[in-house]
């Protein structure tokens, strides 16, 4: 069964960093678009990163943009998501998503497969 697992959220003090694990089994991580998402509460549902399988390109949102930075191990089917120079807005659940199938970043607001999240807080 496809299934993807975050962690690796935490309480941090603004300026600081995180870095955020997507294990993924059941499935090869390399032949898909990952995505990652956040939710704050009250606030809908935001697309933050992603990178494409068919070229690693990257997507980033204007929000996190020379902050995060994501990334990819094939050899342990995991995808990252390396958080820096955090502040209290990037308060938030962290999911990581897919569709299992596409790979390009284009339809990431499209994707059925998702982890439990990791919750992140930022502290001034």
């Known amino acids: 069964q496809e299934q993807l697992v975050e962690s690796g959220g935490g309480l941090v003090q603004a300026g600081g960093s995180l870095r955020l694990s997507c294990a993924a089994s059941g499935f090869t991580l390399d032949d898909v678009a990952i995505g990652w998402f956040r939710q704050a509460p009250g606030k809908e549902r935001e697309a933050i990163s992603c990178?494409?399988?068919?070229?690693?390109?990257?997507y980033y949102a204007n929000s996190v943009k020379g902050r995060f930075t994501i990334s990819r191990d094939n050899a342990k089917n995991t995808a990252f998501l390396q958080m820096n120079s955090l502040k209290p807005e990037d308060t938030a659940v962290y999911y990581c998503?897919?569709?299992?199938?596409?790979?390009?970043?284009?339809?990431?607001?499209?994707?059925?497969?998702w982890g439990q999240g990791t919750q992140v807080t930022v502290f001034s």
């Open positions: 990178m494409a399988s068919s070229d690693g390109s990257t």
């Open positions: 998503a897919t569709d299992l199938f596409s790979t390009e970043c284009t339809v990431m607001e499209g994707f059925t497969h």
